[in-house]
């Protein structure tokens, strides 16, 4: 069985159809660049030409980097334009892409849903925690396998300032740190979390996690283990796509 992701991010939006059975791409993914100001109309329009590359006419599972309510309501918008608080991102989307069936889902849940499935948190209980490291950091938390929406532990404070704002992988670019500078930001953040919430496991996702071995032996400290996604940078493709076929 196949199904449309989408995965919208800060600097890039990337789709392509699933395949539900083996959790993977079914084809080669196409990526375009997300508009700046990334505006809800902007957006929908580079989710449009993601869509219309493959020509694909069935459901649609769409992640969103925010908090979304309802599966349809835009509540947060830390890394794209502010107009989309409050936009029904479902009716958006579904209107522009011709009225096919449209799911919304926050993007780091998507990702989290993927790999407790298919890849790093397959098989694992207790309490697992997923990071996205990108323009910001996105989390997802489950419980025995449930997934708790919406935490966006990305936003917990560090140094006095938005733990994004100092750890994310944009942060490393934006102040040229090294792997081993920029993994003890990461450290300084996992073991504030692991305070919080004492995870059996992190999960290490986002474009980083092709990169692990040059920064996950730098961290040190933390009790829980700390894996990087196997999905890597498709987990919210693939998780985008199983909500859309679980809600179709």
């Known amino acids: 069985m196949q199904i ?18 083996r959790g993977d791409l079914a084809q080669e993914r196409c990526k ?11 957006v929908a329009d580079g989710v449009k030409q993601v869509i219309d590359h493959f020509g694909w006419t069935g459901p649609v599972g769409l992640t969103f ?16 334009d502010r107009s989309w608080v409050d936009t029904d991102a ?5 209107s522009r892409l011709g009225g096919l069936p449209v799911t919304v889902v926050n993007d780091a849940d998507a990702a989290g ?12 209980g207790g309490t697992v925690i997923l990071l996205t490291f990108g323009t910001g950091i996105g989390s997802a938390v489950f419980a025995d396998g449930v997934l708790v929406p919406n935490t966006e532990l990305g936003h917990l404070e560090l140094g006095g300032h938005d733990a994004e704002h100092k750890a994310s992988s944009k942060a490393k670019e934006d102040h040229d740190l090294s792997w081993e500078q920029w993994a003890r930001r990461v450290q300084k953040y996992l073991a504030h979390v692991e305070m919080l ?13 092709r990169k692990a071995d ?15 996604a196997q999905l890597q940078n498709n987990a919210g493709i693939v998780g985008a796509a199983m909500r859309a076929a679980q809600l179709s």
Not at 214 to 228: C, M, Q, S, W, Y
Request: proline share 8%.
């Open 4 to 21: 449309f992701g989408v995965d919208i991010g800060g600097s890039g939006i990337k789709g392509a159809p699933v395949d539900l059975d």
């Open 32 to 42: 375009v660049l997300t508009p700046h100001p990334a505006t809800p109309d902007g």
């Open 65 to 80: 980097p925010g908090v979304v309510t309802g599966g349809a309501t835009v509540r947060t918008a830390a890394n794209v």
């Open 90 to 94: 479902r009716a958006l989307f579904g």
């Open 113 to 124: 849903v993927a790999e407790m499935q298919f890849g790093a948190g397959r098989g694992r």
């Open 197 to 209: 919430f004492s995870p059996e496991v992190f999960i290490i996702g986002g474009g980083v996690s």
């Open 214 to 228: 040059k920064f996950l032996h730098h961290i040190e400290g933390i009790k829980a283990d700390i894996v990087p």
